[in-house]
């Protein structure tokens, strides 16, 4: 059974850096694509930042430069740096994982594809 789970969120001022993690566990696929989403109070689920099998990232436009999405693979664990924080970052952060190869541009543009989710860790920037 695979099981995420996520931490490090926080409440920070604006200009402040969180990291997350989410350790996973249990899952057989080796070639998954993993990545970071959020919502916000009253929006939509969006991509934050994805990774491949191969490595390549992608990032939503309004996190480029700031966040940072890495593995570490000796772990099990997937990362995400945010630094420079803003109001705007607030909302829940939910880790993904798919069981198949999918680009990370996909998995960015497509979270109804990933196939595993955590519960999700909460994030609030003041200003």
């Known amino acids: 059974q695979v099981q995420l789970v996520e931490s490090g969120g926080d409440s920070v001022e604006a200009g402040g850096s969180l990291r997350l993690s989410c350790i996973v566990s249990g899952s057989p696929y080796t070639r998954s694509s993993m990545g970071w989403f959020r919502q916000a109070p009253g929006k939509e689920r969006e991509g934050v930042a994805t990774i491949d099998s191969n490595r390549q990232t992608s990032y939503a436009d309004s996190v480029k430069g700031r966040f940072t999405i890495f593995k570490d693979n000796a772990k099990n664990t997937l990362h995400l740096q945010m630094n420079s924080l803003k109001p705007e970052d607030t909302a829940m952060y939910y880790c993904?994982?798919?069981?198949?190869?999918?680009?990370?541009?996909?998995?960015?543009?497509?979270?109804?594809?990933?196939?595993?989710w955590g519960n999700g860790t909460l994030v609030t920037i003041s200003s």
């Open positions: 993904a994982v798919s069981k198949w190869a999918y680009g990370s541009s996909y998995a960015l543009k497509n979270g109804q594809d990933m196939d595993f």
